[in-house]
């Protein structure tokens, strides 16, 4: 069993189409910092190590691979993303055609409303906790379509958590700085828990190949559970301290604007 080359060809077009079109907006990227444009371009070849050539394949086969695939593209990726601004960028686009499209997204009120943190909080647990512990678990491991739709699943689930939780785009509802770090921790606790449970199992949760034995495949779900238990935390900590950084950063802009404020008065 082994992936269709067409996902290579679509996810390889689809990523350098983004990169593309990402370093051609050089004047709607003025008011982006270095690096927040880094850490886009960072995400996009990232990505495209997970989607195109050995990694995907490989991932069909070995569960531990697979798991690199999720922790990269949900909990990684999707945020590097986020904090490159694409939508910023987006919507100061040389092309009328760009412009005209995000404007139309962004209006609509159902897409809106999946923008809110609490929806995103929610799909982001149904997509973390769906694609291990339910059906489509051992589906996305047999099937190498239903394994590539996952991949999908797994960028744009995590983007639509992290997007109202991070800097960096407009936001279509105001969040909260102390509601952004909550999210954050809060979300830790059942990644964490994932990595946990595939770590400490002791049985299979999907199908195995043919020339592998239960006990190579126990082996391999433990290893892929340690990488998540282990990785997700520290991959969390991070977004954790950069949320409080931007929140310490906003309380003292207001207390500079307050003590600014009161000279003047």
């Not at 919507?91 to 499209?101: A, E, H, N, T, W």
């Not at 139309?104 to 149904?126: E, Y």
């Amino acid at each position: 069993m082994g992936l269709n080359p067409t996902w290579d060809l679509f996810f390889a077009i689809l990523l350098l189409g983004t990169g593309v079109w990402y370093l051609s907006e050089s004047a709607a990227r003025q008011s982006v910092s270095l690096i927040r444009q880094i850490c886009f371009i960072s995400g996009l070849t990232l990505s495209f190590i997970l989607l195109v050539g050995p990694v995907p394949h490989a991932a069909i086969r070995t569960f531990w691979v697979h798991m690199i695939q999720h922790i990269g593209l949900m909990m990684l990726i999707s945020p590097l993303l986020v904090l490159g601004s694409p939508i910023a960028v987006a919507l100061r686009s040389k092309y009328p055609q760009v412009r005209s499209g995000i404007n139309k997204v962004g209006s609509n009120s159902l897409v809106r409303t999946l923008f809110k943190p609490q929806v995103g909080f929610a799909i982001f647990l149904t997509v973390l906790i769906g694609t291990h512990f339910s059906p489509l678990a051992n589906l996305g491991m047999t099937n190498p379509n239903a394994h590539c739709l996952e991949l999908i699943l797994f960028l744009l689930g995590g983007f639509v958590y992290y997007y109202p939780v991070m800097e960096g785009n407009p936001h279509p509802f105001p969040v909260p700085y102390s509601i952004r770090v909550i999210s954050l921790f809060a979300m830790m606790l059942p990644e964490t828990m994932v990595g946990f449970f595939l770590y400490s199992g002791n049985r299979v949760l999907h199908s195995l190949p043919k020339q592998t034995t239960m006990q190579m495949g126990l082996a391999d779900q433990h290893r892929g559970g340690a990488i998540m238990w282990a990785m997700g935390m520290l991959i969390d900590t991070i977004w954790i301290v950069l949320a409080a950084k931007d929140w310490f950063a906003n309380e003292q802009l207001l207390a500079e604007e307050e003590d600014e404020q009161s000279r003047t008065a």
